[in-house]
């Protein structure tokens, strides 16, 4: 016993380095979001806190851009408002059908606060959370596009796994001729995201728009993605490499919209259900 | 070690931890070459201080940055290796004086070819780690490679510029 704890106390530091590491390792492949507390992102209270703080000081430096960016959307949207009003007087939309498939989406409005765009799962920290209703899993856009999904939230701040991030997936579209596919960022440039599974009996052209296909209650149909940059198929494989240009610019986030779907548990309830019989 | 010298570490942690992640994270250079200044504090760690303590210290500085970084067991996984190794590599390289009178194994006290040689590989060992880890596979390895030297590279940088800036005037024992 004694040469044992006399070994022990000898190799102390080669021990307690294997401890750490396995510690390290457990953190690393163990922390799935939905199972536990905010404490370990970007989304605790004291990070948050911190990241509020610098965002203060630095936001003054981009108020011009940013109002303009706000502007721009506020332009879209009106051109938008008039429009749908346009139709819906004269009897053109709104048809009986497209009212009854409508889904009842609610927009959180939030701050970035903290962002990465270089690593491999990039995370974004935004200034709203559990208070404003934000749950793990809903989606989140900008003024030009998608942004990701909802990772985990404390009471005021939320992290958000970034579409840039090698492990979200979202479910998209080919908007001309509605080939449905996936799409998956390959973790080297922030710039461009890949489509995964296009079939190769399918003609993908450059300049198509890929938007969200609201397959799932993450998103609402016709979200934008981006528009495709690169086609190319290699003679042994059955799916394109379809590389698609980021309609979001993720080096300069700053204002984002949490989309919250008051139907998506009943919806995800209902899916659920098909394939446990 | 004595307590005041752990308050002074548990200070200086605090210090690389603001600097690191609300300046040097959002620092990448041609989007390739990553600064990560807070392995300085590991590298200037006292000698004094026993392996134990070595350890433990660089893993709550390695879980703090991961804490704000949002990369949980990323950054504590490669800076306990390089905590580990530094003791072992401090003594493959003694200086023909030993280590009798270094409080800080700092460019002043120790000179500019000795502390090349004692930083590099630690910056290079840490960098392959994290970069290779953080990325879950092999899968790109000439883009990752890429990262790791041009990051190594501009750290070394930064760590010389930090010794001359924040470490001129540590005292030889």
């Known amino acids: 016993m004694r040469r044992l704890l006399q070994l022990i106390h000898y190799y102390r530091a080669f021990l307690l380095f294997l401890v750490l590491e396995f510690v390290s390792l457990i953190l690393l492949v163990r922390f799935n979001p939905y199972h536990s507390a905010s404490f370990f992102y970007s989304s605790n209270v004291l990070t948050g806190k911190i990241f509020t703080l610098r965002n203060n000081i630095a936001q003054y430096f981009s108020l011009v851009s940013k109002n303009e960016e706000l502007a721009y959307e506020n332009a879209l949207l009106r051109e938008q408002y008039y429009k749908l009003r346009h139709e819906f007087r004269t009897g053109t939309s709104l048809l009986p059908e497209e009212s009854k498939n409508f889904e009842p989406f609610e927009f959180v409005n939030a701050t970035v606060i903290n962002n990465s765009t270089r690593k491999f799962h990039n995370f974004i920290t935004i200034n709203a959370g559990a208070a404003n209703g934000l749950e793990p899993g809903m989606g989140v856009i900008g003024p030009s596009g998608i942004i990701g999904k909802v990772f985990s939230v404390s009471e005021n701040y939320a992290t958000i796994s970034s579409a840039l991030n090698i492990d979200v997936l979202t479910s998209a579209v080919i908007k001309s001729d509605g080939t449905f596919c996936t799409a998956r960022w390959s973790g080297e440039d922030p710039r461009y995201i890949n489509l995964l599974y296009v079939p190769r009996h399918i003609s993908v052209q450059k300049g198509d728009s890929v938007v969200t296909s609201g397959f799932n209650p993450v998103f609402p149909s016709d979200i934008m993605i981006g528009i495709i940059e690169d086609v190319s198929l290699k003679e042994s494989e059955s799916f394109y490499n379809v590389k698609v240009a980021l309609s979001t610019d993720f080096y300069t986030l700053s204002q984002v919209y949490v989309i919250k779907n008051p139907l998506a548990e009943e919806r995800n309830r209902l899916e659920e259900n098909l394939f446990m019989p | ?173």
């Open chain 2, 1 to 173: 070690m004595s307590s005041r010298t752990y308050i002074i570490q548990l200070i200086h942690i605090t210090l690389y931890l603001l600097a690191q992640a609300l300046v040097f994270n959002d620092l990448v250079l041609f989007g390739r070459a990553f600064a990560l200044v807070y392995i300085s504090f590991v590298l200037m760690v006292p000698l004094e201080s026993g392996r134990v303590s070595l350890l433990l210290m660089s893993f709550v500085m390695g879980f703090l940055i991961d804490v704000f970084s949002d990369t949980l067991g990323v950054h504590s996984a490669a800076t306990v290796l390089i905590a580990f190794l530094r003791p072992h590599w401090l003594n493959l390289i003694t200086p023909r004086g030993g280590y009798e009178n270094v409080s800080i194994p700092t460019i002043q006290i120790m000179g500019f070819q000795w502390f090349i040689v004692y930083t590099i590989p630690i910056i290079f060992v840490h960098h392959f780690a994290l970069f290779f880890i953080e990325a879950g596979s092999f899968n790109s390895f000439f883009f990752i490679f890429k990262r790791i030297l041009l990051s190594s590279l501009f750290n070394l940088f930064l760590i010389i510029v930090f010794q001359y800036f924040f470490y001129r005037n540590v005292k030889s024992i």
